[in-house]
T-cell receptor, first 114, second 112 residues
C-alpha cells in the first residue's frame, strides 16, 4: 500500500514564524501536491510538483513556497506565518503525470497560527 | 472556477438505507473521482470514472456520469454507520495533467 506521511498531526506556531511542513511518500510517485482545507471551501491546491526540483503554482500559492529536493519528499514552507494560514494542510501524491490518476493522501497537519 | 459542486451539502439517513450524492461541474473533464474523508483524516480514493464511461461499480458503490449534463452521482447501497464521513468529487480536466479540482464535499451521517 502507498503510504504518505506528514511530519506533524498538530502544529501551533506564532505569527511571523517560519514554518516547515514535510511530506514523504514511499511508492516512487512522480507527482506530489499540497492542499489546504477550510470549512465551507473544500480543498484548494497550493502547489504541486511533477518531478524533483520542479514545481507549479496551484490556486492559492500566495504566502507559501515549496521544495522538492528528493523524489519522495515535498516540503511546504510558510515564510512568515499569519493567522489566516490557520488551516488543515493535506499532502497527496500520484503515480505519474497524466490523467486517470488517483491521489493518495497523508493524514493531514492541523496548523494553528496564534 | 472549474470546481465541482456537490449536492446536498449534508445528508442524514438510517443504517440500511441507500445514500445518493450528486456532483456537478462546469467544464469538460477527462475523468471524475470520488473520495471519502473520515473526520480529521486525509482523503481516501473510492472510485474513478472516465469521461467515456457512463456507470461504474465497486462493492456497494455505484457511480454514474452524464457528460451532457455535466453531472455525476455516487450511490452507496445498504449504508452502514461506518460510512459516516465527508464525500468529495474531484474532476480531472484536459491539459491539467494530474491535477484534480475538488468540490466542497458532502457530509453523510448514517444513524445506527
Amino acid at each position: 500500500d502507498v503510504k504518505v506521511t506528514q511530519s506533524s498531526r498538530y502544529l501551533v506556531k506564532r505569527t511571523g514564524e517560519k514554518v516547515f511542513l514535510e511530506c514523504v511518500q514511499d511508492m516512487d510517485h512522480e507527482n506530489m501536491f499540497w492542499y489546504r482545507q477550510d470549512p465551507g471551501l473544500g480543498l484548494r491546491l497550493i502547489y504541486f510538483s511533477y518531478d524533483v526540483k520542479m514545481k507549479e503554482k496551484g490556486d492559492i500559492p500566495e504566502g507559501y513556497s515549496v521544495s522538492r529536493e528528493k523524489k519522495e519528499r515535498f516540503s511546504l514552507i510558510l515564510e512568515s506565518a499569519s493567522t489566516n494560514q490557520t488551516s488543515m494542510y493535506l499532502c497527496a501524491s500520484s503515480l505519474y503525470t497524466g490523467p486517470y490518476n488517483e491521489q493518495f493522501f497523508g493524514p493531514g497537519t492541523r496548523l494553528t497560527v496564534l | 472556477s472549474q470546481q465541482g459542486e456537490e449536492d446536498p451539502q449534508a445528508l442524514s439517513i438510517q443504517e440500511g438505507e441507500n445514500a445518493t450524492m450528486n456532483c456537478s461541474y462546469k467544464t469538460s473533464i477527462n475523468n471524475l473521482q470520488w473520495y471519502r474523508q473520515n473526520s480529521g483524516r486525509g482523503l481516501v480514493h473510492l472510485i474513478l470514472i472516465r469521461s467515456n464511461e457512463r456507470e461504474k461499480h465497486s462493492g456497494r458503490l455505484r457511480v454514474t456520469l452524464d457528460t451532457s449534463k455535466k453531472s455525476s452521482s455516487l450511490l452507496i447501497t445498504a449504508s452502514r454507520a461506518a460510512d459516516t464521513a465527508s464525500y468529495f468529487c474531484a474532476t480531472g480536466h484536459t491539459g491539467a495533467n494530474s491535477k484534480l479540482t475538488f468540490g466542497k464535499g458532502i457530509t453523510l451521517s448514517v444513524r445506527p
